[in-house]
């Protein structure tokens, strides 16, 4: 683990710090001093403006409409943008460009990539991720969307849920089960499907805090074309992995600053509140700062592997299990900093439904209280932290496997 920066990584920091100096309007504060309706249109502004420099997939091929950087420069960029609390583009791009595209740059066929990483980059498509069921939320080999081949289409039907930014978008890449008769994690394919047709129905779903980030998707004999899977027919398992070792993997740039971030507010509210001559107050945000320090060097272990080059593995659970479970506690600390200021949350609610509030965000009861209730989503979304002890006890401890209720007794 190699934490330190090179001259020429320096230098290009500098780059990525002037284009920002340039680029955001005087007196920036960050995404959450914006009136709420004033977000939306900052965002699509400042995506075409990243667009416009080669910042919106920074490591994406330039004949793809990509940067074409290295790696560092990949990371610097993440980093300097969560420093100046800017998006690294909009709610979808999570997942047509980080997820989708990646996912297309290693297992897409030359077609694939050259037909739809253009129109992820400009907007023409924007994606979300159809994995989760109800019956195949973490354990997602169990998925029964199914898939069958008639003629030179696929016919899909059955249901999704816990299907994030669904709402805002126009295609879904899904998990299907194109063969019922193989294994579980056999039979599956990685199917890429227009939603802008009768067959879909998106239904949003209410959260605990009043907002709708996550939906429900029927396939009722929705249609795909039959070249429209990536990584071949009945190898979406193999897929799937990838693309979740880069939904996890590359966020090590950016999660500990955001934490890092959070903690100075909860610190500087509890000030307020007069809390800080409590020693267990104290002592509960000293561990919070040590929890923030173990973060942040386990973000620098997965940069350096990331650096040299290696794929995102199964160890990309440890940071998930490591963030989720701290956010829940520290969270729970910002309820008991506010005391009965957090039965009658007021001010602006959170602008993100996932992890911390957004960079510059007041320090109302109504952001801590509204990140409380989504740190409880943040152990069950990609991933139950129940999962991502059997991932690290299985696949990086190589502990036995958890028994099934099929297996036979030993």
């Not at 100096?21 to 709420?36: F, T, V």
């Not at 159809?130 to 003629?151: H, I, K, M, T, V």
């Not at 939904?247 to 959070?262: H, I, W």
């Not at 490591?322 to 910002?334: A, C, I, Q």
Request: glycine share 10%.
């Amino acid at each position: 683990m190699d934490p330190s920066y090179s001259v020429e990584a320096v230098a290009y920091r500098d780059k990525v710090q002037a284009f920002l100096a340039e680029h955001l309007p005087a007196g920036w504060a960050g995404l959450g001093a914006l009136a709420p309706d004033d977000v939306g249109d900052f965002v699509e502004r400042w995506r075409t403006t990243l667009h416009g420099a080669g910042y919106l997939a920074p490591g994406w091929p330039v004949e793809y409409g990509g940067g074409g950087l290295t790696a560092l420069e990949q990371v610097i960029i993440a980093e300097e943008l969560t420093r100046a609390g800017v998006p690294a583009g909009n709610h979808n791009d999570v997942f047509g460009i980080q997820m989708l595209g990646n996912t297309l740059l290693r297992w897409g066929t030359d077609e694939q990539k050259t037909q739809l990483l253009p129109r992820i980059l400009s907007g023409a498509d924007r994606w979300c991720q159809g994995y989760s069921e109800p019956n195949a939320g973490s354990d997602l080999a169990n998925l029964g969307l199914r898939a069958e081949l008639d003629g030179d289409q696929w016919v899909l039907n059955g249901q999704k849920i816990w299907t994030s930014a669904a709402h805002l978008a126009d295609h879904i890449f899904t998990l299907a089960r194109t063969n019922p008769d193989a294994p579980r994690h056999k039979g599956i394919s990685f199917l890429l499907v227009d939603m802008r047709q009768p067959g879909i129905e998106v239904r949003p779903i209410t959260m605990i805090t009043g907002q709708q980030e996550f939906n429900e998707v029927f396939y009722t004999d929705a249609v795909c074309a039959r070249d429209d899977v990536v990584g071949g027919v009945d190898n979406g398992w193999a897929v799937a992995m990838t693309l979740l070792g880069y939904e996890r993997g590359e966020a090590a740039a950016t999660v500990p600053l955001r934490f890092a971030d959070e903690l100075d507010r909860l610190i500087s509210l509890a000030r307020d509140h007069g809390v800080t001559g409590d020693a267990r107050m104290r002592q509960r945000l000293a561990d919070a700062y040590a929890h923030a320090q173990v973060m942040r060097w386990l973000g620098l272990r997965t940069l350096t592997q990331f650096l040299a080059g290696h794929a995102p593995g199964p160890d990309a659970a440890i940071s998930k299990l490591f963030w989720s479970e701290y956010h829940r506690v520290v969270t729970e600390l910002s309820l008991d900093v506010l005391g009965a200021d957090a039965m009658t949350p007021s001010g602006r609610w959170p602008a993100s439904s996932f992890q911390t509030d957004v960079a510059g965000a007041p320090s109302s009861s109504a952001s801590w209280v509204g990140t409380f209730l989504n740190a409880r989503a943040g152990t069950i979304y990609a991933g139950s932290s129940e999962i991502q002890r059997n991932i690290l006890g299985e696949m990086v401890l190589a502990l036995p496997k958890e028994p099934r209720p099929s297996d036979p007794a030993p």
